[in-house]
């Protein structure tokens, strides 16, 4: 079983910062791609960004130069550093992987952490 638990959400000011954080643990081979996406009530989920096990990175538009994904592959733990936080983007925050485990490579979900920023 694999599992994928995320901490940090919260509440902060606008133009203030949160670190999300998201550790994969259980029967993994080895984790390809991680990242962070999020969702509005009744909106698709949208990526954020992602980073690659080599450390490539990628990141939506409206959060280039503010956030920053990076990982540590010794603790199976991928991070979001959210700086100049905006009311826009308050909202549930899920963390993926994509994970080689025994039977193939799937991806999983963690549950989702809360993000308000208050304005």
């Known amino acids: 079983q694999v599992q994928l638990v995320e901490s940090g959400g919260g509440l902060v000011q606008a133009g203030g910062s949160l670190r999300l954080s998201c550790v994969a643990s259980g029967s993994i081979f080895s984790i390809n791609a991680m990242g962070w996406y999020r969702q509005d009530p009744g909106k698709q989920r949208e990526l954020v960004a992602v980073?690659?096990?080599?450390?490539?990175?990628n990141y939506a538009d409206s959060v280039k130069g503010r956030f920053t994904i990076s990982r540590d592959n010794a603790k199976n733990t991928v991070y979001l550093q959210m700086n100049s936080l905006k009311a826009e983007d308050t909202t549930v925050y899920y963390c993926y992987a994509r994970i080689r485990r025994e039977g193939g490579e799937f991806r999983y979900w963690g549950q989702g952490t809360q993000v308000t920023i208050s304005s």
């Open positions: 980073i690659t096990s080599g450390g490539s990175t």
